[in-house]
């Protein structure tokens, strides 16, 4: 089941006005052309025919990505097409435009460059017509229409709604869309990323949309992808099946400002409340997109989701540049987290997990120093790869504008282990002979048992299995306090007095 609040995608709200009173004025020519291309578009996907597609899309126009919308087959063909408001995005142009079908009549948002050339459409909404209909609807006077498309009509019966019945349009259920932030030095086209590797920090942030698809077979806790091997030198990955594999489907960089408008709109519909996903060392861009897909979609989380990446090479060997990186992103994340607040979010959730916790503490605990502070509702902290002593330090700091902690700690974390020999110090995820980090306000919870990540490491055990995920899930979503699940209790046992809580 897709989230209900994003039935109003994010791609489509890309195609919204960023400047609702900037009308664009258009010669009857750019007019004409600009309908004759939408008509033949809308035809073309209608009847599979490529030719007529090919003839009204632009240089980019992603065939594979076009959604084949069943429901036109039963619209009929095109008729009329009448344009809507037009407004400008930094190098395109976003139409509206109701299309008027032999049998019923459909709603798009366009993308325009060049003046007539499609980019990208999504169909917004579609009414089918019963069999007493005797004509079209009557054209709405003033040559421009605005967006009522189902109502006055009383000599129709509506069959079909995209709006009612989104499965009526072949909209993908199972897409997960949110929000990116990022410091990483990377360019995205046709939904592919690729980084600088020469300079892979960039020192600021940039920011953009993604939508993954979640396959059908998907199993909680866990992102499907291709197999792929490595043998002397030899690199072979197997294709992508969207039934079987996490798939990227949508991925667009944005301007601060469109960005920071198009969450503003978001957070109307979602209870101005958003979660925040900051990966750990040793994750690559992509690998950072598909889990916070797989938390969204295993949480069924309905508010605004965002994924701050910071700059991690994606490489074990690479530990060091990895910690340099986090402490440059810290000033960052303050910077988003004001953001979010400023674009109207008043409920602010963190998961942060292992190296990320380097980000987002020394961060808080610069937000907490200021006079009017961004404050977050709930703090979930896994596996945090922090020096113990310097996390008992940071954490009091920035628990000053936390309202809930949560920490994840197990004794079976290997990546954390070889971190804490590394660093010649143990670390806070780590849980010792006299037991995890206890502290005022800090709910621990022991999760040695449960680890059964492949190769032993045990490194993203909050995200892999499903008890702690049902764990987050109700202290995120239903707001529930320790005990949430029966498998959890406190620990040590009685009549010796309780200091955490421990999975058995």
Not at 330 to 350: K, V
């Amino acid at each position: 089941m897709k989230l209900s609040h994003f039935i109003a995608s994010l791609s489509l709200l890309l195609l919204f006005t960023l400047q609702s009173d900037a009308l664009l004025a258009a010669t009857s020519a750019d007019q004409a052309a600009l309908q004759q291309s939408i008509s033949n578009f809308v035809e073309g996907v209608r009847t599979s025919d490529l030719a007529k597609v090919k003839s009204s899309t632009a240089q980019g126009y992603r065939p594979d990505a076009q959604p084949k919308y069943a429901i036109l087959s039963r619209l009929g063909q095109v008729t009329e097409v009448e344009i809507g408001d037009e407004r400008r995005l930094s190098k395109q142009t976003i139409v509206e435009a109701e299309v008027r079908h032999a049998d019923g009549v459909s709603s798009w948002n366009f993308s325009i460059q060049d003046g007539s050339r499609i980019l990208s459409a999504e169909m917004t909404s579609a009414d089918v017509y019963g069999a007493r209909a005797q004509a079209a609807p009557a054209k709405k006077g003033g040559g421009r229409y605005h967006r009522q498309y189902s109502s006055g009509r009383p000599n129709r019966t509506v069959v079909q709604s995209c709006e009612l019945s989104p499965s009526s349009c072949n909209q993908d259920a199972r897409l997960v869309e949110f929000f990116f932030a990022t410091d990483r030095n990377i360019k995205i086209t046709n939904n592919v990323s690729t980084l600088d590797t020469d300079a892979p920090r960039s020192g600021i942030l940039s920011y953009g949309v993604a939508g993954i698809r979640i396959p059908e077979d998907h199993e909680p806790g866990q992102i499907e992808l291709p197999s792929e091997w490595h043998f002397l030198g030899i690199d072979y990955k197997s294709a992508t099946d969207e039934t079987k594999h996490f798939s990227i489907k949508r991925l667009a960089a944005t301007s601060y400002d469109d960005w920071k408008e198009l969450v503003k709109r978001q957070a109307d519909q979602s209870q101005n409340r958003a979660l925040i996903f900051v990966h750990g060392f040793n994750t690559g861009f992509e690998d950072a997109l598909y889990r916070n897909a797989q938390i969204v979609w295993d949480l069924q989380y309905q508010g605004v989701s965002v994924l701050f990446s910071w700059s991690s090479k994606g490489k074990v060997r690479d530990y060091n540049y990895d910690q340099d990186s986090a402490d440059i992103a810290q000033a960052e994340f303050a910077e988003l987290l004001t953001t979010l607040h400023d674009s109207g979010i008043e409920h602010i959730d963190i998961i942060v997990h292992s190296m990320g916790n380097r980000v987002v503490l020394p961060a808080l605990d610069q937000l907490a120093q200021r006079s009017n502070p961004v404050r977050v509702q709930q703090l979930v902290m896994a596996a945090p790869d922090v020096a113990r002593d310097k996390f008992m330090i940071q954490f009091p700091l920035a628990k000053k504008i936390v309202d809930g902690a949560t920490l994840y700690a197990s004794s079976a974390d290997r990546a954390l282990l070889a971190s804490a020999e590394l660093n010649d110090f143990p670390r806070a995820g780590m849980v010792f002979a006299n037991g995890p980090v206890l502290l005022p306000n800090l709910d621990t919870i022991d999760v040695t048992a449960i680890g059964d990540e492949i190769f032993g490491l045990n490194h993203t055990v909050f995200a892999t299995n499903r008890a702690v995920m049902d764990d987050i899930k109700l202290l995120l979503i239903n707001g529930m306090k320790l005990p949430r699940l029966s498998q959890v209790r406190k620990f040590p046992e009685p009549p010796l007095a309780s200091t955490y809580w421990k999975y058995q």
